[in-house]
């Protein structure tokens, strides 16, 4: 039997994706091994957008609300989650493998001198034993981790699991007092630069992305344009988004968004796995490059060895013909 | 107070670009298969250590496991600037990353006056959890996670920069913290990290690196410290793509291939 508790990340004022994902898969497992699930959600003002956790699999919802707590911060949330794990038993706890999370569980289980397995695709239960699996070297290897001092404590990458439609489960929810001190609050944010979310990348069925390869405003309009006449999303590496082309909510990978659209067009992307590992389950991926080695012509379904500046214009063409 | 930084430097498997199976037919990784390298976060841990004594004066400790491949990443962190650099004698092979930092945070403490400790968020691959976040749990420092520079820095305090989902933050910590650090910085800033310099591979030549045994600091068998074991590792099926070169200067082909794609062949 297994007693589980999922942390709720708050994102956009909600649950985040992943955090629902990892809510799903809680449930499954419990319902596998016959324990209960316990979500739980830091937070100021969050009350509302969290109460339908229990109808999305919880059996118990805690909250914690407090002024503090309003941005994620390691001190402060950290102390909040320590109390809950003080002042209950659980067997697994489990984090959205995001910033936050991974941030989160790995202080947490050297604190509590417990195992930690960081972004897990999947957790499975054999012989009695819960397993945590990661996917390694170069994503070529499954490896199966079994945490041998509980309790056992993962982050699940998006994907997971699928986010069931609200049921009729019925749960608790209860308050939970936030008792911080001068140590919880040493470090502090002195500058933070978020953009509101503006587009839904994973919704999206065929994406255009552009990279550092594409050089520079008139590469990067070009790119532009090619999404346009494909009625396509615009994606972006991180450098692509610190370079103020496009927002934060169009990057792709590990500290962007995760798609798996049926067509991904990746203009002068090299293909790092900090990027492959949020678009590498795309059906069809077709990469533009002048450099023939980069990993994502390798990987390409299609690929074109050429300037994007004189191929894009011709796919354009090509479109409207 | 003066800085005195510990940048933990690992030698990892490189898992850039592997080709054939990795795994033998029981399941190992086949001796062989994957060459090592210096871990690209642990380097970018070392060039903001060197930048913030740059900033603001101190030492720069660099620390390390045995060796598991060609790679004497201690040597090269000398040759790039370090002040000092010492082995813990301990096969890291062996050790889960509770165990590792176990150690890693002994020989910390032997080294007394540390007020500041950096490494790589995590190995790019291969490893299960993260190091810095179970260091600064062992050591009770305040952590940054994800850093990708340092923003500003001085005796007592690091401002470090992150990126986050929608976008990034800089947060002050002060001293005594650890930091963790992705790539960013060394993917995006061409002097970044400052290559080895002749002049101290020259006064280095000779340096013996002092190794500090498990027993020396205090942890005979670092790996009763182990909090998980691998239960089983399997080659993932080998997802085969027929890729297909388009010639960018046949105009009917780039057509025939947006065709086909749109209609998801």
């Given amino acids: 039997m297994s007693e589980i508790l999922v942390y709720?990340?708050?994102?956009?004022?909600?649950?985040?994706?992943?955090?629902?994902?990892?809510?799903?898969?809680?449930?499954?497992?419990?319902d596998s091994t016959g324990g209960s699930v316990t979500a739980l959600a830091l937070g100021y003002d969050i009350g509302a957008s969290v109460a339908d956790l229990v109808e999305l699999g919880a059996d118990r919802l805690l909250v914690a609300e407090d002024d503090r707590l309003s941005h994620y911060l390691t001190?402060?949330?950290?102390?909040?989650?320590?109390?809950?794990?003080?002042?209950?038993?659980?067997?697994?706890?489990?984090?959205?493998?995001?910033?936050?999370?991974?941030?989160?569980?790995?202080?947490?289980?050297?604190?509590?001198?417990?195992?930690?397995?960081?972004?897990?695709?999947?957790?499975?239960?054999?012989?009695?034993?819960?397993?945590?699996?990661?996917?390694e070297f170069d994503r070529k290897v499954h490896t199966d981790y079994e945490v041998t001092v509980g309790p056992a404590i993962a982050t699940l990458r998006d994907g997971i699991a699928d986010i069931p439609a609200l049921g009729e489960r019925r749960?608790?929810?209860?308050?939970?007092?936030?008792?911080?001190?001068?140590?919880?609050?040493?470090?502090q944010v002195v500058n933070r630069d978020v953009v509101p979310k503006t587009v839904n990348l994973k919704a999206s069925r065929v994406i255009v992305a552009a990279g550092a390869g594409v050089g520079g405003p008139d590469g990067f309009a070009l790119v532009k344009?090619?999404?346009?006449?494909?009625?396509?999303?615009?994606?972006?590496?991180?450098?692509?988004v610190d370079a103020g082309w496009l927002p934060a909510d169009h990057q792709i990978g590990q500290t962007g968004?995760?798609?798996?659209?049926?067509?991904?067009?990746?203009?002068?992307?090299?293909?790092?796995?900090?990027?492959?590992?949020?678009?590498?389950?795309?059906?069809?991926?077709?990469?533009?490059?002048?450099?023939?080695?980069?990993?994502?012509?390798?990987?390409?379904?299609?690929?074109?060895?050429?300037?994007l500046k004189t191929v894009i214009p011709k796919m354009i063409k090509a479109l409207s013909a | 107070m003066s800085v005195h930084a510990v940048v933990i430097a690992r030698e990892m498997w490189d898992t850039r670009d592997l080709v054939g199976p990795v795994l033998d037919a029981n399941g190992a990784v086949k001796p062989g298969a994957v060459s090592t390298r210096f871990e690209p976060q642990d380097l970018n841990a070392l060039e903001s250590a060197l930048r913030i004594k740059e900033m603001v004066g101190?030492?720069?400790?660099?620390?390390?496991?045995?060796?598991?491949?060609?790679?004497?990443?201690?040597?090269?962190?000398?040759?790039?600037?370090?002040?000092?650099?010492?082995?813990?004698?301990?096969?890291?092979?062996?050790?889960?990353?509770?165990?590792?930092?176990?150690?890693?945070?002994?020989?910390?403490?032997?080294?007394?006056?540390?007020?500041?400790v950096l490494v790589g968020w995590t190995a790019a691959?291969?490893?299960?959890?993260?190091?810095?976040?179970?260091?600064?749990?062992?050591?009770?420092?305040?952590?940054?996670?994800?850093?990708?520079?340092?923003?500003?820095?001085?005796?007592?305090?690091?401002?470090?920069?992150?990126?986050?989902?929608?976008?990034?933050?800089?947060?002050?910590?002060?001293?005594?913290?650890?930091?963790?650090?992705?790539?960013?910085?060394?993917?995006?800033?061409?002097?970044?990290?400052?290559?080895?310099?002749?002049?101290l591979k020259l006064k280095h030549k000779k340096t013996e690196i002092p190794v500090w045994s498990p027993a020396d600091l205090g942890v005979p068998d670092p790996a009763s410290n182990a909090t998980?074991?691998?239960?089983?590792?399997?080659?993932?099926?080998?997802?085969?793509?027929?890729?297909?070169?388009?010639?960018?200067?046949d105009e009917s082909g780039l057509k025939a291939m947006l065709e086909r794609v749109l209609k998801g062949e």
């Fill in chain 2, 58 to 116: 101190g030492k720069v400790t660099a620390l390390s496991f045995n060796a598991i491949g060609d790679v004497d990443v201690l040597k090269e962190c000398l040759y790039r600037g370090a002040d000092e650099a010492i082995r813990i004698g301990a096969n890291p092979i062996d050790l889960d990353t509770a165990a590792a930092a176990t150690l890693a945070a002994a020989a910390i403490r032997r080294l007394g006056d540390v007020n500041l």
């Fill in chain 2, 125 to 199: 691959e291969g490893e299960s959890s993260v190091l810095g976040s179970c260091l600064a749990g062992l050591l009770g420092m305040e952590q940054i996670s994800f850093v990708d520079r340092i923003v500003e820095a001085g005796d007592e305090f690091v401002i470090g920069r992150r990126a986050i989902e929608m976008g990034e933050e800089d947060i002050r910590v002060d001293l005594p913290a650890l930091l963790s650090l992705g790539v960013a910085l060394i993917e995006d800033d061409p002097r970044a990290p400052r290559p080895a310099k002749a002049m």
């Fill in chain 1, 257 to 307: 968004v995760t798609v798996r659209p049926d067509l991904y067009i990746a203009c002068g992307i090299s293909g790092a796995v900090q990027h492959w590992v949020g678009m590498s389950d795309s059906k069809t991926i077709v990469a533009i490059n002048t450099d023939k080695n980069a990993p994502m012509m390798k990987r390409a379904h299609y690929r074109i060895e050429a300037d």
């Fill in chain 2, 228 to 249: 998980t074991v691998v239960a089983a590792m399997e080659s993932v099926p080998e997802r085969v793509i027929e890729s297909t070169a388009v010639d960018p200067e």
């Fill in chain 1, 171 to 187: 749960g608790e929810a209860q308050s939970i007092a936030v008792d911080l001190g001068p140590a919880d609050t040493r470090a």
């Fill in chain 1, 8 to 30: 709720i990340q708050i994102v956009d004022g909600g649950a985040g994706d992943v955090s629902l994902q990892a809510l799903a898969c809680a449930r499954s497992l419990a």
């Fill in chain 1, 75 to 135: 001190g402060p949330y950290k102390r909040v989650v320590r109390s809950v794990l003080d002042a209950n038993r659980f067997d697994v706890v489990l984090f959205p493998a995001t910033t936050e999370g991974n941030d989160l569980a790995p202080l947490l289980a050297a604190e509590l001198g417990c195992g930690c397995v960081v972004g897990c695709d999947a957790v499975h239960v054999k012989e009695g034993k819960t397993l945590f699996r990661r996917t």
């Fill in chain 1, 225 to 240: 344009d090619l999404a346009e006449a494909l009625d396509a999303q615009m994606g972006a590496t991180r450098a692509v």
